[in-house]
């Protein structure tokens, strides 16, 4: 069907969002490019499988759509990213940036030179004539990047604002703010500064063998959640009493004990603050990051396999159940003896036999140089005390095969990971090989950093709206990393790498 006109810096711009013919013409960098793009993709995007029920229910509560417009949105949306990176390229060093508005999503392509506008609606998309190209406005933004260690503490964020063709900077104080955009010596046309009462804070996952503090060190057993609370995890209980507040494994506040039984019993459940998400993995250290699916206790010779802050991942074997052990604080009865060893600050982490957690470590004797003998409190028993459920895991994804090197993790909607790690690998000159395998349902994507001088520059990525990802790179020598993205959607990840 036929958009209204849209007028633009003095265009009148009608655009046609229907599918038509493949008729080659001149694309805005003088290349071929196939008219109705967008339209094409559009209809390859309502051919595709129909999304889940669920996704429209979402989408129509918390957007206020219509179950109609939501089906609409999802189909624009999908076009969109596929004809943004072709039209990113065409366009060249005139492209200033894309996005998608209204309640079903329209397409809108910008650009700084009045003589491409043709060309984009050409493609079927919606054209907005803008002053700033992208790339003059990402330079704006590296600039105040550069500037980030003097910033005042009143601005929570600036970005690049494609829809207003500025870098935006946040602020709860836009004076001082004003003051600090000033001093970077941009040209004032490129930055605006908007009033913002945000306070953002970082978010951390809980994840079974980290560890937590609380005056001294214990680990994290599994993370669980709590009908009427924020979720949390389960640990040993000689680890902390009721009303005792926990910090992270990165020394930020955590959460507090809700449950604690000590001796006779040696179990405990601390419920965690906002910034912290309750995960159904277990931390393995050098063996990656293990899934938890349910907690069916395991036989007696059965394997089971220990997680801790203090010596990481351990195995052995399960030696008996229902074992009474006394310490010097008195008798604990009902713990599981195993062959794994342990040391002081492992209290309280992961026993887990295949994928099914089987309990938190009490304690016992010996150490991890010589061997030992250790007791775990049953997860069974400590879920059934507090009302607690095991927080859902899953299973990293296994289609990046033939690789170097293969990465495991696991992030929630926007958050990112970096591989090997933030310090990133040294290469060669040559190919990079990257692929990303995402949870499916999701959009995760890969960005290829290199390191220039102190900062992280990305060199290739892969960001289509789907869970997996891969591309090549050949690059020079210098220090790389991946940054996966979860655009969207949570779960586990792998990721293949091969470097030159």
Known sequence: MLRS?????????????????????????????????????KAQAAAAARPEPGLIEALTRDLGLTGDQAAARL????????????????????????????????????????????????????????????????????????????????????????????????????????????GSGLDASLVRVEASSEEPQPFYDVRGGDAYYMGGRCSVGFSVTKAGSQGGFVTAGHCGRVGTATQGHNRVA???????????????????????????????????????????????GSSICRSGSTTGYHCGTISQHNTSVTYPEGTITGVTRTTVCAEPGDSGGSYISGDQAQGVTSGGSGNCSSGGTTYHQPVNEILSAYGLTLAGGGTPPTGCSGYQNTYN????????????????????????????????????????????????????????????????????????????????????????????
């Open 5 to 41: 006109s849209a007028v633009t810096a003095g265009f009148a711009l009608a655009l046609t969002l229907v599918a038509t013919p493949a008729i080659a013409h001149a694309g805005p960098g003088g290349s071929p490019a196939p008219e109705s793009l967008y339209a094409q993709a």
């Open 75 to 182: 189909i624009n949306e999908a076009a969109a990213a596929k004809v943004e990176p072709t039209l990113a390229r065409q366009l060249g060093e005139h492209f200033a940036g894309a996005w998608v508005s209204g309640p079903t999503a329209e397409f809108v392509v910008a650009t700084s030179d009045s003589t491409k506008v043709s060309a984009i609606l050409k493609t079927g998309a919606q054209a907005k004539l803008v002053t700033h190209s992208l790339a003059t406005l990402d330079a704006a933004k590296a600039r105040l990047d550069e500037l980030a260690g003097s910033a005042p503490k009143s601005i929570p964020s600036w970005y690049v604002d494609v829809q207003n063709n500025s870098v935006t900077v946040l602020a709860r104080d836009t004076a001082e703010a004003q003051a600090f955009v000033n």
């Open 254 to 300: 955590q959460g507090t004990f809700r449950g604690s039984s000590f001796p006779g019993n040696d179990y405990a459940w601390v419920e965690v603050n906002s910034q912290w998400t309750p995960t159904g993995v277990v931390n393995a250290y050098n063996s990656g990051i293990l899934p938890v699916r349910g907690s069916t206790q395991r036989a007696v």
């Open 409 to 500: 993790g696991s992030l929630t909607s926007n958050q990112n990971a970096y591989q090997p790690g933030t310090g990133g690998y040294s290469a060669g000159a040559g190919t990079h090989r990257v692929c990303l395998d995402g949870p499916n349902g999701t959009d995760y994507d890969a960005y290829l950093q290199k390191l220039s001088g102190s900062t992280w520059t990305t060199v290739a990525q892969g960001t289509s709206p789907n869970p997996d990802e891969s591309f090549t790179y050949n690059g020079t020598a210098g220090t790389y990393r991946v940054r996966v993205h979860a655009y969207s959607g949570s779960g586990s990840y792998t990721l293949g790498l091969t470097r030159p």
